[in-house]
């Protein structure tokens, strides 16, 4: 969004845009409801964290969709499962 705005200040009388987003690539973080469902504060909060800045990533990517006379386009790689993934915690 902040390419989106400053395109807008360089190039007033511009008609159209094309916005390149490159991400860093995500993780597969699958949360088994079995397993998180008696979580406390403490356990949420990675997770939790990891859904915030995913999913601001996701709403800037909606928000250029939705702009007029904007193409966007988000290029991200999957880096498969979280390591953590299916791995129990020690008690």
Known sequence: MCALVSAYR???DAK?????SLG???L????PFAEAKDWGLVHWACPILNVLL?????TTSYEL?????VSHYRFD???????????????
């Open 10 to 12: 360089v190039f007033p």
């Open 28 to 31: 597969e973080r699958p949360l």
């Open 54 to 58: 995913d999913g601001n990533a996701n």
């Open 16 to 20: 159209n845009f094309i916005i390149i």
């Open 65 to 69: 969709d939705q702009a007029p006379e």
């Open 77 to 91: 790689i999957s880096l498969g499962m979280s390591p953590e993934a299916g791995h129990e915690r020690s008690q």
């Open 24 to 26: 860093t690539g995500s």
